[in-house]
């Protein structure tokens, strides 16, 4: 049994290994990603924003939500280690 | 855990140490329009420094002037402010996240409006990643069992 998940294991590797040489060169300016959305970034971040840094500009503003829930994410990772951890006599 | 810290030398270091880092972090914060940084980055460098602070002078010290109920609070306005910033631009007439209709209460161009708008949302992230980083190593180092009630219990 172990030895048959193995050979899956092998071939299903071998598959995504293979479905990896479609993909564009590392850094390949006329990559579908770079095409589309990037440009319209680089070109327009400065105008729109008045904020030099595209990264700021992407991570707060034009993916604005995302980070919204990557805050409350933290929020709730030490809202759990609070709930968790705890332990807090009533006082009186 | 240290409850109150003793050696001189460690004290004094980070007594000296201390207020720059956070200067750093705020610098961090701020200066994220222009150079690698912002909330995340510049929140947990300012967490950093309250731990440092936590490590070397002790839990008694430190729960004085920031208590564990003061870092919820913290993260929860940090939270907050990003969203009431989100809630202020819809009730300004536009989506939900959209800085540029902040220019109406601003008196500046949309553009600086969104600039400003992303400055905002970054110090309420750094609120909310420094209350958390602080808040998350309050209750391992404590145990969840603040010394003043263990002391009660003896």
């Known amino acids: 049994m172990k030895f048959l998940s193995l050979i899956v294991t092998i071939i299903t590797g071998a598959f995504l290994i293979y479905g990896t040489f479609d993909m564009p060169e590392w850094g390949d300016p006329n990559s579908p990603a770079s095409r589309h959305v990037s440009p319209r970034y680089i070109e327009k971040t400065e105008i729109e924003t008045a904020t030099p840094n595209m990264v700021t500009s992407v991570l707060a503003d034009y993916r604005g939500y995302d980070t919204l829930g990557e805050t409350t994410v933290i929020f709730t990772a030490g809202a759990s280690c609070i709930l968790l951890l705890r332990r807090r006599k009533k006082k009186g | ?154």
Not at chain 2, 19 to 33: N, R, W
Not at chain 2, 142 to 147: A, K, R
């Open chain 2, 1 to 154: 855990m240290i409850i109150r810290g003793e050696d001189i030398i460690i004290k004094t270091i980070s007594r000296v140490l201390v207020p720059f880092i956070q200067l750093y972090a705020l610098y961090v914060i701020m200066h994220g329009h222009y150079s690698p940084g912002g909330g995340f980055q510049g929140g947990v460098i300012l967490g950093a420094s309250m731990v440092l602070l936590f490590i070397t002078h002790g839990y008694a010290e430190v729960n004085r002037k920031f208590s564990e109920n003061i870092a919820v609070l913290f993260s929860s306005i940090g939270v907050l402010i990003y969203s009431g910033i989100g809630f202020l631009c819809l009730l300004l007439l536009g989506n939900y996240l959209d800085y540029s209709k902040l220019y109406k209460i601003l008196s500046v161009d949309p553009a600086h409006a969104r600039s400003l708008g992303i400055l905002g949302v970054e110090i309420g992230v750094g609120f909310a990643v420094m209350a958390v980083m602080f808040s998350i190593f309050f209750d391992i180092s404590t145990g969840g069992v603040s010394p003043d009630d263990e002391e009660e219990a003896e």
